[in-house]
């Protein structure tokens, strides 16, 4: 895989990713209080679907490509913003897209390339708002120094999407996890991972029950049985601290995403599942 993002824009695993980000994003917003929003691997900002890197793979065809007419109502919400934001919206555009006067985002991305892509869009650019920051940042760094939530800001929401490059990915995203749990413990914390094969899953998961940290839902689709490990067969979503209500949103979510995404290949499905108590 190449793993820069442009590439797999809009594919399933980023329509997973999204829908659910909506949600909890929605839901933290049920409150008037402000929001602080820390994207730690923000990417580009927003995709080409129809040129660059996406056009070459054509992975956004079994992916958002399949959502954009008449969506299930559980995607509603999240297609209609896909639409509105015009090129397809990485997590930033999407979530820049919710703000309110009150909240505040702050985008983190190490890559030269893409860091210039995202700052000349958001940040001072042609869809900045003066809510957003972006920052040339190491992700797992920035979880340590960039919380508690600056100004004041007593609530957060941290999307952690890593690369997935280096073997150890899943040993730094738990340890990202807990460095920032650590310095914000009331915090949101979302994790999105690749399920290619079983056991990197396996393991994380049991580094998380084991790490102390409490309240921690898994949300999983797979669409055929994850045993090959070269192929993204499916992708979770981690979440400490999840709002109220998550686990039974997201069942729908998993479903209307699978009954739409499905590729009819034995072992498809999806799951819920709190692997930690409050």
């Known amino acids: 895989m190449n793993y820069r993002h442009a590439f797999h824009a809009g594919n399933f695993g980023d329509c997973m990713k999204h829908a659910l980000l909506v949600w909890l994003l929605r839901a933290l917003q049920r409150k008037p209080a402000g929001l602080f929003v820390l994207d730690t691997h923000a990417g580009a900002g927003r995709y080409d679907l129809s040129a660059g890197p996406a056009e070459r793979t054509g992975e956004w065809r079994a992916g958002i490509g399949r959502l954009l007419d ?4 559980a995607l509603a919400d ?8 015009g090129l397809y919206p990485g997590s930033p555009m ?5 703000l309110r006067p009150q909240d505040r985002l702050t985008c983190c991305e190490l890559h030269p390339e893409d860091h210039a892509t995202l700052r000349a869009t958001m940040a001072g650019g042609e869809t900045s708002v003066p809510q957003t920051s972006v920052h040339r ?15 004041g800001l007593r609530r957060a929401l941290v999307l952690i999407d890593p690369p997935y490059e280096a073997t150890d990915e899943f040993s730094s995203l738990a340890a990202g996890l807990a460095r920032g749990h650590a310095r914000f413990p009331t915090g949101v914390f979302a994790a999105w991972y690749p399920i290619k094969h079983r056991a990197p ?5 049991v580094a998380m029950r084991d790490s102390g940290l409490r309240d921690i ?6 669409l055929r049985e994850p ?3 070269a192929r993204l067969n499916g992708c979770g979503l981690l979440v400490v601290n999840p709002p109220f209500g998550f686990m039974a949103a997201a069942e729908p979510i998993l479903a209307a995403l699978l009954a739409r ?9 999806f799951a819920v599942e709190r692997i930690a108590d409050e």
């Open 70 to 73: 008449e969506p299930p109502a």
């Open 78 to 85: 999240y297609v209609s913003l896909v639409r509105d934001c």
């Open 94 to 98: 999407l979530i820049e897209a919710m």
């Open 137 to 151: 940042r190491d992700a797992w760094e920035a979880l340590g120094g960039l919380l508690p939530p600056p100004g």
């Open 201 to 205: 899953v396996r393991a994380f998961r």
């Open 217 to 222: 839902v898994t949300a999983e689709l797979w």
């Open 227 to 229: 045993l090959d490990a």
């Open 261 to 269: 995404l499905g590729t009819g290949e034995a072992g498809q499905g």
